[in-house]
């Protein structure tokens, strides 16, 4: 402030002797009046004033300059770390919305692969259903075919049956003629034992010789009328076998010709894989036995006859060589099970058996098996969707094929096995030893390549994760495995009865490397012994 007063006292100074200067420089002119003293004093006085008033305005100025200045340097101190405060912010602000971003661009991501896959398979149940509405009119097509062939072999059928019926009458006549030569035999037989209780010298005239007689005279006459009998017994005994047998025939052609027009199926026609087995696995019929056919023969007929009986299918419970068990008890995304690795080739022939029960209203994923490039190169996927009564068996992400699960879903013991090659693209799809679904030309030539990330009771959508809780499997899995070939029907048959798995499984249970969340891994030996 000092140092400002001094800098304006020294220009005060200098402008008073400028004036003073110019005052004399006026008075030094020639010609000029000279103006009274005071007059001159009074404007010296007056400039000086309005000197003093601008020298007063500047001196102002300049200390209002000085606070401004003063305060200017607080003031971008301030401004600085204000905008410290907000870079640090920012780079906060920078650094959440990244995040964010981050997440946006993976959920949209998941987001566009499921509703690429979404597209696909709605594409595909679209082909699907045009596909099934054209073997529908195919179908109705050939119903009415096979209902005009139906009607024409009932028509033979029962004329079949009126020939049949004329038949048994004609054998019934001969049956009574039979019966009336029986009673002429018997009458002869008692005339004969009258002859044998005669004395010898009468046997020696009837009989040929005494070698003949020999045997019939030695035994005695309660020996004699049981041979008798039972000669009659065995004439009367080959006929009822016979009439029965030929009863039973008939009877079996009828049956088997009502089940196959309750089927859609005529004789001539081939009948549905279900038929094949069922009259594979029954018992062979005996044929008609002749009336000059042994005794032994016809008694052993007749006791298999009279043993026949429809054979009863042993009840899930007393299945055994299970091995191992899987139980998840709920729909969670924590609950799974991995296989580290898995199966080390390439597959170009595949079969997986499991029992399974549930006793949730949906199947759930049974499998899902991921690579790199594809989320579903192999998966059995269900879910709490509808239909809830078929899973979709995806091999190479679209192509896949709808098999029907709602036997399953009745909360008890079920056995599966599905079946694919790629030689043809067949697939064969078994419940409980029935073949429920089979078809071609599923990814012919397609190769299911080696060292994805395989889980069970999980579909994956990213490798290894990306899990949801309505595609979860909830329920029991036992005794599964998983075959690089084809199994054979024998060999599916045999699991399900509890004969073991058949030679060469690629993985089972036993090779389960990891159990997440609440999953529980139990032995047991038999279905019955499973929790």
């Known amino acids: 402030m000092g140092v400002g007063a001094r800098g304006l006292l020294f220009m005060v100074l200098i402008l008073a002797g400028v004036c003073l200067q110019g005052t004399r420089l006026q008075q030094a002119r020639p010609g000029e009046a000279r103006k ?39 003031s971008f101190r301030r401004l600085e770390s204000k905008h410290e405060a907000l870079e640090s912010a920012a780079n906060v602000t920078h650094g959440a919305l990244h995040e964010e971003l981050r997440d946006l661009k993976s959920g949209a991501k998941k987001l566009q692969n499921k509703t690429r896959k979404a597209a696909l398979r709605v594409q595909a149940l679209e082909d699907a259903w045009q596909e099934r509405e054209r073997q529908g009119a195919a179908e109705r097509e050939a119903q009415d075919a096979l209902l005009s062939n139906l009607t024409r072999e009932l028509a033979r059928r029962r004329e079949d049956t009126r020939a049949l019926q004329a038949s048994q009458g004609s054998q019934r006549k001969v049956l009574e003629s039979l019966q ?79 089940a196959r027009a309750q089927n859609g199926s005529l004789p001539g026609q081939e009948p549905s894989p279900q038929e094949e087995t069922e009259e594979e696995e029954a018992p062979p019929q005996s044929e008609p036995q002749g009336l000059r056919q042994e005794r032994p023969v016809m008694d052993k007929a007749s006791e298999e006859e009279e043993r026949e009986v429809p054979q009863v299918s042993r009840p899930p419970g007393t299945i055994c060589n299970v091995g191992t068990m899987l139980v998840f008890p709920n729909a969670s995304t924590e609950n799974f099970a991995a296989f580290r690795p898995s199966f080390h080739t390439a597959l170009l022939e595949l079969s997986l058996c499991s029992w399974v029960r549930t006793s949730a209203r949906y ?11 594809n989320d579903n190169k192999l998966v059995l996927h269900g879910r709490d969707a509808a239909p809830r009564n078929a899973i979709h068996f995806v091999i190479g992400d ?10 399953f879903l009745d909360g008890r013991w079920h056995h599966l096995c599905v079946i694919w090659s790629s030689i043809q693209g067949r697939y064969w799809f078994y419940v409980d030893r029935r073949l429920a679904s089979m078809g071609s030309r599923f990814q012919k030539g397609y ?36 075959w690089d070939r084809v199994l054979s029907p024998g060999e599916v048959s ?6 073991g798995l058949p030679r060469g499984p690629v993985l089972s249970l036993a090779n389960v490397t990891k159990l997440s969340g609440a999953v529980q891994k139990v032995t047991c030996s038999c279905l019955e012994h499973c929790p």
């Open 36 to 74: 009274p003293f005071f007059e001159r004093f009074r404007r010296l006085e007056e400039q000086f004033r309005r000197f003093q008033e601008v020298t007063l305005v500047r001196l102002q100025e300049i200390a209002a300059n000085y606070n401004v200045s003063y305060n200017v340097d607080a």
């Open 180 to 258: 009336d030569a029986l009673k002429n035999q018997g009458a002869k037989l008692a005339e004969l034992e009258q002859l044998v209780k005669a004395p010898p010298e009468h046997n020696e005239v009837l009989l040929p010789s005494a070698l003949a007689a020999a045997p019939l005279l030695n035994r005695s006459p309660a020996e004699k009328e049981p041979e008798a009998a039972a000669g009659q017994g065995l004439t009367l005994k080959k006929l009822r076998a016979k009439h029965r047998q030929r009863k039973k025939l008939l009877q079996l052609e009828h049956r088997r010709l009502e």
């Open 363 to 373: 199947l759930g994923t049974i499998l899902s098996y991921a690579t790199e490039d």
């Open 398 to 407: 679209p192509a896949f094929r709808e098999l029907p699960v709602g036997r």
């Open 447 to 482: 190769e299911v390549p080696a060292g994805g990330s395989l889980v069970l009771g999980q579909e994956q959508d990213t490798l290894g994760g990306g899990f949801e809780p309505s595609e979860a499997f909830v329920g029991h899995l036992a005794g599964w495995a998983m």
């Open 494 to 499: 045999g699991i399900a009865t509890g004969n």
